[in-house]
């Protein structure tokens, strides 16, 4: 059975995968120490609570990476999905050409998002997700990077 592809929201691939954890320098040490995955970009995000770091293989040409979150502070989401879960594979992350346009093709199906308007993401990207109960649990988030944002 082949489904219809509805091309509409304009995913262009994945972007990353995010992965919660307590202890950022420890995870980002284990990743390059075990796989061999190299840090290419950290940062701390206020706004939701995070310290992150991006992290690629050296010889990957698609640009997808692995996203390290670590809480800044107990209230944050990904202190509480740690709480609840323990750490792990807390989201999936595609590129799309432009986010806004994802959130309205992806609204008049009748799909929830987090967010009424776009936010600032990792390295001035900006993002949206979708509700983890319209994907089947999983939270999906869509990422429009920096150098194609409006």
Do not use: C
Not at 39 to 58: D, F, K, S, W, Y
Not at 88 to 93: H, R, Y
Not at 105 to 122: D, F
Request: aromatic share 4%.
């Amino acid at each position: 059975m082949t489904a219809l592809v509805d091309a509409s929201v304009g995913i262009v691939g994945v972007d990353h995968v995010g992965i919660a954890v307590p202890d950022l320098d420890a995870a980002i040490d284990w990743y390059a120490r075990t796989l061999g995955l190299e840090a290419t970009h950290t940062e701390t995000n206020e706004e939701q609570g995070v310290r992150e770091a991006m992290l690629h293989a050296p010889d990957d040409e698609t640009g997808a990476a692995v996203q390290l979150l670590a809480p800044l502070h107990e209230s944050s989401t990904i202190a509480k999905f740690i709480d609840r879960n323990g750490p792990g594979l807390q989201q999936v992350a595609y590129r799309v050409r432009n986010v806004e346009a994802a959130a309205a093709a992806l609204r008049e199906k009748g799909v929830r998002l987090l967010y009424e308007n776009a936010r600032r993401g990792t390295a001035d990207s900006r993002v949206n997700f979708v509700h983890p109960k319209d994907a089947g649990g999983v939270l999906v988030e869509l990422v429009e990077p920096a150098a194609t944002a409006h």
